[in-house]
């Protein structure tokens, strides 16, 4: 992780050092942690970085052409902060049953950019969004949008694990649950139409799916906050997967694991992207180029720069500000 | 590995229909109607003259008609499926069960009151009921479960009060309670309860059923409560300003010359005196405050220290929080107890301002260590350790790095502490309340009244303080005295009046007091936030 | 803080070496003498307290010039210990003041006695039941009214609320939880009695049921207040990872804050009852305050007295037994609201155990 050495923190200083000293912090996490997924504080966008060259962006760098249908179209958005401008103008055509790595330096507006496809940013009040992001050809940014729905669609693996304080078992049927999908309540149970077992199966393929089913079978009941933090964020992905989403959204889904637990969730990245659109944010480049089929490097200034097929962006950037930044001059 | 088998609902929903507007506007309506209720339960609508000319119980039992008419339409067009809605399948048994409460209740009263039958037969009718309306919620589907008891239950309730069953003059008095239910009473409260289920019933169909149906009326609720709550504590504070202000405030200016005259805080009580005032209550509870911040910040904050910087985690440390979190619970009248078997003995056996200041600072002394701790814990260990590899001892760390770190949490634990014995008034009763109507003289005068007298032979040197050792007021006590001499007491001239200056002046200084602290609080945390 | 503590115990070693800590804990001891005899000495009511103090306070003042770290953490130890010996004390006296009440008419007795007299201050025959009575109807109709609404208030606050309005009714909320509670009593005794009599044709002066209301109205901004910071300590991310499930605000409100919230809540609950069953002054002067069970029990709209209304309203002329007896009535509160209070450190210690996942 050399690429972060530069990186001026602008967060105070007790903050590190409280989060430094966090017990369940893997050491790999020490510098990604000044970029909160769970709650992107203006404050911690804004990052000085040396040694980039001046350069104006061109529009045909972010045009990636690709056989297939495109299952997000991003057109011109723009978010603010307050008065920053956090991401400028981003277009993008996402295909369907790929992943996409999303890469750049801290602050660049990467996970920004993730938070607006499911529009999570709705929950910073202090955001404000202009321009269109598309799903399946319907607006989500229209007046009339369903963010429910969307969510529903647009699944979301979060930085680092969040499963809710109850059993393993209630936390995967949790969506299902509350989209009415599954019914096990005790009124139900009184009158026979109990989905018991709907929800064994779906919690078993569920937990197949993402790889976990072997590892605690046997203790479908027990607080899901006891498991290990890389089986938590498989758990987490489980719960994703068992919504039936169409496209899910990783923010740096390995940044707070170990080297183990993160091979795993590669792999398992790289298995969910022959059914599901993979959107995944990350700032480590061994990981972007061995997981993803497509790239988009966001630089300073929260500005997509490039986006073409993974090996064209980690071989032949266009871009001298992406060559410059996949051979670690600054970052 | 695909789990197709969610359900799918539209991304990009269709713009507002009618159904939609009829929804809400009921549930608007609803809402305004149980405003009405509560403004007549206030007695701010009055209830005898009616509204606009009409009779009270006609104008409700109107408006419930149509509330009750209009829900049941929404619910049965939903369930035949002429607009498109989302319901679940039931309502859910909270829901039902609420509903066929209510029923049973009704049941219950118009079967033993109305038609007077026994209890062998009310009993039955009113379980029968209550079933009956809890199964018929849970079958059908959520949008006629949760529309269709609701709005019954406003058109009942409506037609009794159209037919005049309930009329202005009505009363009921049940035979084994104290009380008489009286038409001003009943029909505004059965306004609240039917024009609310009727609400909530549209604000669920506004929502078209289904979860977001549910958040619409829940949401509803909510802010229906908050308001409430919010409304009748602020009215309470805007009634006392009202009544007591004026007697406050009144003579209020300059004086003959530069003397600064405020009668009603500077003026005592006597035969003599024009506009009497509380002078004496609120020397009283200067000194109380005084003297109880002087014992108990000190001990506070050092046995925080003590707790956080020197103590090892463990037994005695746990024994200490115990303790402290039983004396911050304690009640006020139990402190009084105390003070009245311990400490009145010892001085004199009479009630004095000391035994009411050591009282109070017990009272404020876990307040003071909890928020203190509270503070001292959160200055991080990296300014301890900074501070120590410097080479700095312990208790320099703690005096120029710990203490001014935690400095703002333990100043407004201290002052929202003060604002809360300044009202107390229980204790008081027990170890320093005295005279019912002081004279401007009989203030305490403390700082006079010092007295260090050296005698031979033990004790060699005699401190006292004779007014620290006298019964004495406070405002607390003040307003309560007023209460149990009688608002009519001849002591004062309209003392009504005088009591609710005296309440008046005592929520100016404890709310200022809290607002202070809490001011302060905001402003720290601010700045620590956006350093 | 190891680092501290090897610093700290350097320093002290050297001070040894110089002789110097010698004369700390000299004056430790000597100021620890000055308080244990002036504390002796007003124990047992002897003139000696006076002097004790001053040589405390001369002593502790020649050492804060000689030795300030050893003084200061003297003195420190000394406040921590006053706090528990403040709470021993008041425990020792109140119970001591009760013992001749229980002896009179046995513990049993004086708790469950039902058959009158209930309380005669002549004969001494006294009963807790009408007293425990009141304050158990006036509790459970102030939770009635503290709960539903805290819990709402709570959740409007921190979840529900635009965020202007938030930032001003958060506070507004905190400055109106410092009503004390005689102007509440006030406002009921010279409103809302009236009211009373007016609207339900009561005979007398104040009802069960208007004490409970008040009370519970007063306990509300307290119960608000703590349930708000519990629900506000749940993670954001928690809630994030509801909402990206496609759930809405209100179910993962329920389902999720609420329920990781809970001890919280209810703490926050205890705490509010715990205030309903202490609060005095509301319940003296809105209570008609005579000593005997409502007929029937449950008729709320009728008049008893609470244990602690009938401390405030009798201590003036009781002596002897009868001042025993409301001793006693004090006993059966403290011992009550201790127990919540443990209570309520245990649920809250739960939810940290909870948060942290080990349950």
Same mark, same amino acid.
């Given at each position: ?10 967060? =105070? ?162 969506? =299902? ?155 | ?48 003259? %009616? ?66 039958? %026994? ?131 009144? %003579? ?264 202070? %602290? ?14 | ?8 115990? @350097? ?28 504390? /002796? ?47 021993? @004390? ?5 119970? @001591?003041? /009760? ?31 009408? @007293?425990?009575?009141?304050? #158990? ?79 519970? #109205? ?64 509301? /319940? ?49 509160? #403290? ?25």
């Amino acid at each position: 992780m050399s690429e972060h050495q530069t990186e001026t923190e602008t967060e =105070p200083d007790r903050e590190r050092a409280a989060e430094a000293t966090e017990p369940d912090a893997a050491p790999s996490t020490a510098t990604a942690t000044t970029e909160s997924a769970s709650r992107p504080e203006p404050s911690t966008e804004r990052t000085t970085v040396a040694g980039e060259t001046d350069e104006t962006t061109r529009p045909e760098w972010v045009q990636y052409d690709f056989d297939g249908e495109s299952k997000l179209s991003v057109h011109d958005l723009d978010v603010y902060y307050g008065d920053e401008h956090a991401l400028k103008g981003v277009s993008m055509e996402i295909p369907e049953e790929s992943v996409t790595a999303l890469i750049g330096p801290s602050g660049c507006g990467k996970s920004t950019y993730l938070r607006c496809l499911n529009r999570m940013n709705d929950r910073i009040k202090a955001a404000r969004i202009d321009g269109s992001v598309e799903l399946d050809g319907q607006n989500v940014y229209d007046d009339n949008a369903n963010l429910v729905e969307l969510r529903k669609r647009v699944g979301m693996v979060f930085q680092s694990p969040n499963p809710f304080p109850k059993s393993i078992r209630d936390n995967i049927s949790y969506g =299902p649950r509350k989209h009415g999908d599954i019914n096990t309540g005790l009124l139900s149970r009184l009158v026979g139409r109990s989905d018991k077992e709907a929800e064994e199966k779906l919690v078993e393929r569920s937990l197949r799916d993402a790889a976990l089913w072997d590892e605690v079978s046997g203790r479908l009941d027990d607080n899901a906050l006891g498991l290990s933090g890389g089986q938590q964020q498989r758990l987490c992905i489980a719960r994703c997967l068992a919504t039936d989403p169409e496209v899910i959204l990783m923010d740096e889904p390995a940044s707070a694991l170990d080297p183990i637990a993160t091979s795993k969730i590669e792999d398992l990245i790289t298995d969910l992207a022959e059914e599901y659109t993979v959107v995944v944010v990350t700032h480590n480049m061994q990981q972007a180029a061995r997981i993803s089929d497509q790239t988009a490097v966001f630089l300073t200034g929260g500005e997509l720069v490039e986006y073409d097929d993974t090996e064209k962006i980690f071989e032949n950037p266009e871009s001298q500000r992406v060559e410059d930044y996949i051979s670690g001059k600054f970052g | 590995m695909s789990n197709r088998n969610a359900t799918r609902s539209e991304l990009v929903e269709s713009d507002t229909s009618t159904y939609e507007v009829i929804a809400a506007a009921t549930a608007a309506v609803g809402v305004l109607t149980s405003t009405l209720s509560f403004l007549t339960l206030a007695e701010i609508v009055p209830f005898e003259g %009616g509204l606009g000319g009409i009779a009270m119980p006609t104008v409700f039992g109107a408006i419930l008609s149509l509330l009750g008419v209009v829900t049941i339409g929404i619910g049965v067009v939903s369930a035949v499926g002429v607009v498109e809605t989302t319901p679940d399948r039931d309502a859910g048994l909270v829901t039902a069960g609420a509903f066929g409460l209510l029923w049973a209740v009704v049941a219950g009263l118009v079967v033993s009151q109305s038609l007077g039958f %026994g209890v062998v037969v009310w009993l039955p009718a009113t379980l029968a009921v209550g079933v009956a309306v809890l199964f018929g919620a849970v079958f059908p589907k959520e949008d006629l479960g949760s529309t269709l008891p609701g709005g019954a239950l406003a058109l009942f309730a409506g037609a009794v009060f159209l037919t005049g069953t309930v009329g202005t003059g009505w009363s009921w008095s049940p035979p084994d309670l104290q009380a008489s239910f009286t038409a001003p009473v009943v029909v505004p409260v059965v306004g609240i309860v039917g024009s609310l289920v009727t609400a909530w019933g549209a604000a669920k169909a506004h929502g078209a059923f289904g979860r977001r149906g549910r958040q619409r009326a829940a949401y509803m609720a909510i802010w229906l409560l908050a308001a409430l709550v919010l409304t009748v504590l602020l009215y309470l504070l805007a009634f006392v300003t009202m009544k007591g202000a004026g007697r406050a405030f009144a %003579g209020i200016g300059f004086g003959p010359g530069l003397s600064f005259n405020w009668p009603f805080l500077t003026n005592g009580v006597s035969l003599m005196e024009q506009s009497p005032g509380i002078w004496p209550a609120v020397v009283g509870t200067v000194w109380l405050v005084v003297g109880a911040v002087m014992m108990a910040v000190p001990l506070g904050i050092g046995a925080a220290v003590f707790l956080t910087e020197y103590a090892e985690q463990g037994r005695f440390t746990q024994v200490v929080e115990v303790a402290t979190n039983g004396l911050w619970s304690t009640p006020s009248i139990v402190f009084g107890l105390f003070g009245y078997a311990f400490l009145v003995p010892r001085f004199g056996n009479t009630k004095s301002l000391f035994a009411g200041m050591l009282v109070l600072s017990f009272m404020l002394l876990p307040l003071v260590l909890i928020t203190s701790r509270e503070s001292l814990k959160s200055v991080p260990d990296e300014y301890r350790d900074a501070s120590a590899a410097l080479g700095v001892s312990r208790w320099e760390t703690v005096r120029s790095v710990v203490l001014p770190a935690a400095m703002p949490g333990v100043v407004t634990g201290v002052i929202l502490g003060v604002g809360r014995i300044a009202g107390e008034t229980a204790p008081l009763l027990l170890v320093t309340a005295g005279e019912i109507f002081p004279a401007k003289q009989n203030a305490p005068a403390v700082l006079r009244s010092f007295q260090v007298d050296v005698v031979m032979g033990p004790p060699f040197l005699d401190v006292s303080n004779p007014a620290l050792f006298e019964a004495s007021s406070a405002l607390p006590y003040q307003l309560y005295a007023i209460i149990t001499a009688g608002l009519s007491s001849s002591n004062i001239e309209n003392s009504l009046e005088f009591a609710w200056a005296t309440a008046f002046v005592l929520l100016l200084v404890v709310l200022s007091f809290y607002a202070i %602290g809490i001011a302060t609080r905001t402003y720290f945390r601010r700045k620590i936030s956006h350093e | 803080m190891s680092q501290v503590t090897e610093d700290d115990q @350097l320093t002290r070693l050297q001070e040894a070496l110089d002789g110097a800590a010698t004369g700390g804990i000299a004056v430790s001891v000597v100021a620890g003498v000055c308080l244990v005899g002036a504390f /002796a000495s007003f124990l047992l009511s002897m003139p000696f307290t006076v002097p004790f103090l001053l040589g405390f306070v001369g002593v502790t003042a020649y050492g804060w010039f000689a030795h300030q770290a050893e003084t200061a953490r003297t003195l420190m130890f000394v406040a921590t210990v006053s706090t528990v010996t403040v709470l021993g @004390l008041i425990t020792f006296y109140v119970f @001591l003041e /009760a013992a001749p009440a229980f002896a009179n008419m046995g513990v049993v007795e004086l708790l469950t006695r039902l058959e009158q007299p209930l309380w005669n201050t002549e004969t001494h025959v006294y009963s807790l039941v009408p @007293l425990m009575w009141g304050t #158990f109807v006036t509790t459970v109709l102030a939770t009635l009214v503290a709960a539903p609404f805290g819990v709402a208030g709570a959740l409007f606050i921190s979840e529900i609320a635009p965020r202007t309005v938030r930032e001003i009714i958060k506070p507004a909320v905190e400055v109106l939880a410092g009503i004390p509670s005689i102007v509440y009593g006030f406002i009921g005794f010279t409103v809302l009695n009236p009211y009373m009599t007016e609207k339900f044709l009561l005979a007398g002066q104040g009802s069960l049921f208007l004490a409970g209301i008040v009370i519970g #109205f007063m306990a509300l901004p307290t119960t608000v207040s703590v349930a708000e910071d519990a629900i506000a300590s749940v993670p954001e991310s928690m809630k994030s990872g509801s909402l990206a499930l496609g759930s809405t605000d209100w179910q993962t409100m329920k389902s999720v804050t609420l329920p990781t919230a809970l001890s919280g809540v209810s703490a926050g609950i205890l705490l509010g009852v715990g205030r309903a069953i202490g609060e005095t002054m509301a /319940a003296t002067v809105i209570l008609g305050t005579v000593v005997e069970l409502p007929d029937p029990l449950y008729d709320v709209f009728g008049n008893t007295i609470t244990l602690t209304s009938a401390i405030a309203a009798q201590y003036g002329s009781a002596f002897g037994l009868h001042m025993n007896t409301l001793f006693a009535a004090g006993v059966v509160l #403290f011992v009550t609201v201790m127990g919540l209070s443990i209570a309520a450190q245990y649920v809250e210690a739960r939810m940290q155990r909870k948060l942290g996942g080990d349950v």
